[in-house]
């Protein structure tokens, strides 16, 4: 009851901000404020666990030389806007699962961001979606791959692990799943940007430049988006969504729908959730990766999240970062290029974001 | 050159297969009198690895019970052919990525397996085929998914690992990037075995029956094939095929075609390829668990085969098997189902097959 109720809360507020600015504003004084109050909401008196949530907007070559100080601002308050929403589940003594759904929703819905709207386009000028989440508790786990018409992924992935009996559905199929089970489903030019999709439309026209660097940006190639959460009752989940490569063809999956590559969650050792060049990803299966360097090799989260990231990683000669907590709020962000948006908050706290390496 | 060589002529021989049933003695009595040979041609000297091939042709309730014994001698012959095809590639000096192809491409199309020709039948009455592979001296890997024209999966996965910057490509991008790169493509109607189509249709007519057991068998239901070798230059690879789960809908994508569920490969560790129910060896990283358990708790290929499929695997539910090797050419075959198609062969050695428990 408790997961349906802040779910549907949030569902409610988030969708507002699609809708117009006033709702926007509303939603976040409202779930700001939530932040602000900073108490957990201990129903059952249980506040051993130290709640926490940790999220990431994509790593690539994000610099300051590149930013503006108004773009600098949109990417932090939005960073800080989906860290309060995800955290005001958790302090409301919502699940781990729950929190990185909502967090990933608003990030999803945010143009900046290489996910749900405003994703980037591929060769044929689609925007094809993949997400996937895990629920540390039972290791169970859903995913969506390829898909064109569903809002918000994550819900979609939540419910292949909830009201399916399988983890990953792709393409159609997964779009037909998504519309019986009541999700929202939209028109594919939903998911486009259109001050992105006439850059797009202008490198098209323009010959010999089909293999030049994205016009979307370097950082957003690869661009994706995570979040890994702790609740008050010791769960860990971890959840990941992207609107995949840009300029990809031939139905390419990369890391972030595969449980095991982009995402994993165990309660005993960690969530994960990775960003970066997914075909190394997945040869490393990173976020199991680091799951079992903890569980077999004894490591701290930190250790394991350095030794893959910053060694095996590049060492196979591909980038990128993750996000990880353990069950003791400890958390691991580390990346291997130039930046990477993210930013955790901890209960009491205050959301804190970075985008550079210092 | 050697890696082309031997493929082309495996391809020539394996075609024939398909096209008569004079062709198809005489490659049998090429190949079986190749491995009686069972001399490894050491142009280079290097014999210094046993080279080794392991097999599988998928897990479930095999018991002598539902056993003809003219079927049990086809199941058995099959078998024994694929490993035959597979290591007469490694006793040339061939590598044990194209020795885990020739294999496999000689059991999809088989049609005794779920895989390739007699594929089982999604919900919809379509083959949709899923395949990967990956090199353990690199960690390069291949994968397709929910492919319905590719005659041989498993080769569109080797083309996808040496052609293309991706590990993963799904549905009709796969199929056309499959056919841009000369791979045989078939009409859908190729996979279809007519007795098993007609069971179908028989199955679709009749009221209230949807949900009963398999008309294809139990052990079809989840059917898979794998290999795994060791070359003689201590390279270790693994291969996995399926079609699918029958009855599958919604474009459900199971483990083979993931890399660290189905597959997985590094020679400092082991190769593993699984069968069973998908979505376990999905949750639990299956392959890649295996080989963790090697490299960071020092456990042996037997002990951490063993741990994950006997004891983790049933206690979140699941059911199936794996076959594995290591650089040693220790082999591991566990399953906690009521049997599994399986058999090796080592140099210099026959081909061992075996079924049941005992």
Redesign the interface.
Known sequence: MQKNFSFKLLRSALGNTVVGGLALILAQGFLIMGCETGKVATTDGADSYPVTLVIHGGAGTISRKNMTPEREQEYRKALQHALDTGFSVLTKGGKSIDAVIAAITYLEDCPLFNAGKGSVFTYSGRNELDASL?DGSN???GAV??VTTIKNPIQAAHAVMTQ???????????E??AAEHGLTIVDPSYFVDSARYEQFINRRKQQGTKDAASPDGPEKKFGTVGAVALDQYGNIAAATSTGGMSDK??????DSP????GT?ARNTTCGVSATGW??YF????VA??IS??M???GLSLQEAADSVIMKKLPA?GGDGGIIALDQKGNIAMPFNTEGMYRGYIRSPGKAEVFMYKD
Not at 282 to 285: D, E, G, K, T, V
């Open positions: 895990m290791l169970k786990a791959a390829g399916s009996e399988h983890v990953m559905l792709a393409g159609r199929g997964a037909q799943f063809r031939f139905g390419r999956v990369g595969i449980i095991g590559a994993y997914g075909e997945i040869r490393l299966a199991h990766d079992a360097m569980e077999y090799g196979l």
